[in-house]
């Protein structure tokens, strides 16, 4: 490997040196292309005249039937194998001893490695097929590494290089074209062949010791044991850690020469060939996991570990991420965020959306089919992503991003016009927020305030407990930024799927229903009071508006103002000024206030409809899990029922009523909303443009006389999705 020769000499050079060391007159090494032909690249013993003539389809012959099952045959009369198929450039009939292996890499096959011998009868010992396979794997770093470049005929590529697509759900509008940046990068293994085999043995051993130790602590940790989720993961990982057929076979690996690490990654490797084309989405899951140990075994041998995002133009591909490890990425430099999994409202998808960052999720296999710095296309519209995609399909993409930036340029036109319909209705739009980083899109958006400020952000992205302090100079800074728009901070929601890790208590088994938001706020007041104390103080002297989340019962409501007052006692008490105006709210998102619509409002300023939550407790779907998300639909007949009676409670009460879930930022349910009564919504900023361009064509008293008489049929039951969309098309209203 590390003479210096042209491509074609080394392989065949190392063809040589393997037919001698394995003593077998024949080797020869096919690679796959990527119109799916394996072509024959060098051979000792066949006739070197076939090389690169020589070819076999995917599935065709003994080595087809190797790079499709990405599994090893072993045979001693091979001509009576029923897949075997005669080439008559190579003379190759009259071997009867085979053995082929997988080039595999990162579970794909790339090629196939073969040694041939005349003799009947001789058998390739078991040892001897998996130190063939460890030779393929470094075959496989070679091609990977772009080592045969040159060797290809004109016209034809490598399979490596084969441009994939996924179809994935859209979970963010737009479109990133960039280069793969792995969120938790496949480790690399740069030393591959052992020198003593003892000493492997050790660091493999007690390197898994040290794994399983650490997820029995992980386990042992009460953040982690309070998430269903993540518990059922580790435990599964314990298992797995404990698996002997597992630590077999990377025992096997190191004592057939590899270094602890290569041995990892070859047995990992094997088992994702296998597994790969499996559908049951239990095996796919317990895959998933093995990856994750495999790769926390790889950072425990290597040392390594962290994110590297030094790559512009990069498009981040995950399994799975929280909010705070995105924001982790410089977000100037991310073009788009793919997720294996991953629902509309996970909150790393709000914060993406935060951040305009175009993201698809559901994309099952990208992750393992994504090689560093490979060329990626992110459609958020669509939820399609292009792996590696040709000069076509970039160009067109290319296009599109164009054509979405001169309508960015017309949206942005927009800005500064009224949100008035055309029969005249005025629309506040305003934007969600939680971060510093939100804040310079105020002004770029034409958000007439912030309807929504989700303090727990901060909170979640530090990772000790924000001080007194730190809270009011955040707080202080948005208003700031602000100016004279008005600007509504929720307080504290933490729990259910917004863990802090440093504020954790006991298991539960249903978070979404448990110790959450007011109710942990309330027991712990001592937080809440540092919270409301930093609000007033960063308010002194001018409007503060104060939103309770979570609420399920008025005595919450009772409560919290009961600590505002206090708190405003006690900084009059010390000689502060105290905020020009005081509004005090609370989030409509259990259904059990849907009951007291009455009796909430007229305790309150205001109500702000928290839809995302809302739907998930009114229909019962989990909002981040991806396995129900195909039930999450916010325009149904019922839901949209409940928002009416809640305008319409807000008329009678003459309070304020907004609503600020991710339906405000869909152009159709926000022309559903505004059908329904609401005339203020909350959205992420990159909406506000799509949701003005909406409702500046919209007729509010058409869209309402006949969304009204949908809703008032009793008969009527499942998504009015339909009629909204024929009501636009009708219209000509772009959503
Ligand atoms: C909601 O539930 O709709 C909401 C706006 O709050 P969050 O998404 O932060 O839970
Ligand atoms: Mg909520």
């Known amino acids: 490997m590390i003479e210096p020769l042209e491509p074609q000499a080394r392989l065949d050079q190392i063809v ?21 032909v394996l072509e024959l690249y060098a051979t000792e013993g066949l006739n070197p005249g076939s090389v690169h003539l020589a070819q076999l389809k995917l599935g065709e ?36 001893t085979f053995l082929g292996v997988p080039v595999l890499r990162a579970g794909r096959t790339l090629g196939v490695l073969v040694v041939q011998n005349k003799a009947a009868g001789r058998v390739y010992p078991e040892e001897e097929s998996e130190a063939f396979e460890t030779v393929a794997m470094v075959i496989a770093e070679m091609i990977a590494a772009g080592g045969l470049e040159g060797l290809t005929r004109p016209g034809a590529t490598l399979d490596l290089t084969r441009p994939v697509s996924f179809e994935g759900e859209p979970l963010c509008d737009g479109i990133g074209i960039g280069r793969v940046v792995l969120h938790e990068p496949r480790v690399v293994v740069s030393s591959l062949f052992n020198e003593d085999v003892e000493t492997e043995v050790s660091r493999l051993t007690e390197a898994l010791a040290i794994l399983r130790e650490s997820i029995a602590d992980m386990l042992d940790r009460r953040d982690v044991a309070d998430e269903g989720e993540h518990r059922a993961v580790l435990e599964t990982y314990r298992k797995f850690a404990q698996d002997r057929g597992w630590v077999r076979r990377l025992e096997e690996a190191v004592r057939n020469g590899l270094t602890a690490e290569a041995a990892v990654e070859k047995v990992q490797s094997d088992m994702r060939a296998r597994m790969m084309h499996l559908t049951d989405p239990y095996i796919r899951e317990r895959l998933h996991d093995f990856d994750d140990l495999a790769n926390r075994l790889l950072r425990q041998l290597i040392g390594q570990g962290g994110v590297s995002a030094d790559i512009a133009d990069a498009v981040v591909v995950a399994r799975n991420m929280g909010a705070a490890e995105l924001l982790d990425y410089h977000r100037g430099q991310i073009r788009g965020l793919v997720l294996e999994e991953g629902a509309a409202t996970s909150h790393v998808v709000i914060v993406a959306r935060a951040l305009g960052i175009p993201v698809a999720g559901q994309v099952k296999g990208v992750v393992s ?31 599109k991003l164009r054509f979405r930036a001169e309508r960015q340029q017309r949206y942005r036109s927009l800005r500064d016009q009224p949100a008035r319909t055309v029969d005249g209705t005025m629309i506040g739009l305003q934007m969600n927020a939680g971060l510093l980083v939100d804040l310079p899109q105020l002004a770029e958006s034409g958000a007439e305030g912030i309807g929504l400020f989700r303090t727990e952000l901060q909170f979640m992205v530090a990772s000790t407990m924000p001080r007194a302090g ?15 728009k008005p600007v509504t901070f929720r307080t504290l929601d933490v729990g259910g799927d917004k863990l802090l890790p440093y504020l954790s208590h006991g298991p539960e088994e249903n978070p979404a229903l448990g110790y959450r938001a007011m109710r942990l706020a309330l027991d712990r007041p001592g937080l809440l009071r540092t919270q409301l104390r930093a609000l007033l103080k960063a308010s002194s002297g001018r409007e503060s508006r104060i939103m309770f989340p979570m609420v399920t ?25 105290p905020p020009k105006k005081l509004s005090i709210g609370a989030m409509l998102e259990v259904p059990s206030l849907l009951y007291q619509l009455d009796p909430l409002m007229a305790g309150l300023d205001f109500v702000s409809i928290g839809s995302n939550d809302l739907f998930q407790f009114f229909f019962a779907v989990d909002r981040g899990n991806a396995n129900v998300s195909g039930r999450y639909d916010d325009l149904s007949v019922p839901f949209l029922r409940a928002l009416r009676s809640v305008v319409a409670a807000s008329e009678r009460n003459g309070v304020h009523l907004s609503l600020c879930g991710e339906m405000a930022g869909r152009p159709l349910s926000a022309m559903a909303l505004i059908g329904l009564g609401f005339r203020n919504i909350s959205m992420a900023p990159p909406s506000i443009g799509p949701v003005k361009a909406m409702l500046t064509t919209l007729d509010a008293a058409a869209l309402s006389g006949e969304l009204h008489a949908l809703l008032d ?18 219209h000509a209203i772009p959503y």
Do not use: W
Request: negative net charge; aromatic residues 8%; glycine residues 8%.
């Open 369 to 399: 089919r994504s090689e560093k710095g490979d060329s990626i296309i992110v459609d958020g519209e669509s939820g399609d992503v292009h792996l590696r995609p040709p000069p076509e399909v970039h160009d067109l993409f290319s296009d």
């Open 470 to 484: 730190d809270q009011e100079r955040l707080y202080r800074a948005v208003l700031d930024a602000a100016g004279d």
């Open 713 to 730: 049929d009793g008969e009527e039951t499942g998504s009015a999705r339909a009629f909204l969309k024929d009501f636009a098309e009708r």
């Open 61 to 96: 012959g003994l080595v087809g039937t190797i790079a499709a099952t990405a599994r090893p045959l072993n045979l001693s009369d091979a001509q009576n194998h029923p897949a075997f198929t005669y080439l008559p450039e190579t003379g190759e009939e009259i071997y009867a």
């Open 553 to 577: 019962d008025l005595f919450e409501i009772r409560a919290a103002r009961a600590l505002i007052d206090r708190e405003l006692d006690h900084l009059t008490r010390f000689g502060y000024e």
């Open 16 to 36: 040589k040196l393997i037919a001698k060391h394995m003593e077998t007159e024949v080797c020869s090494l096919y690679v796959l292309r990527s119109d799916g």
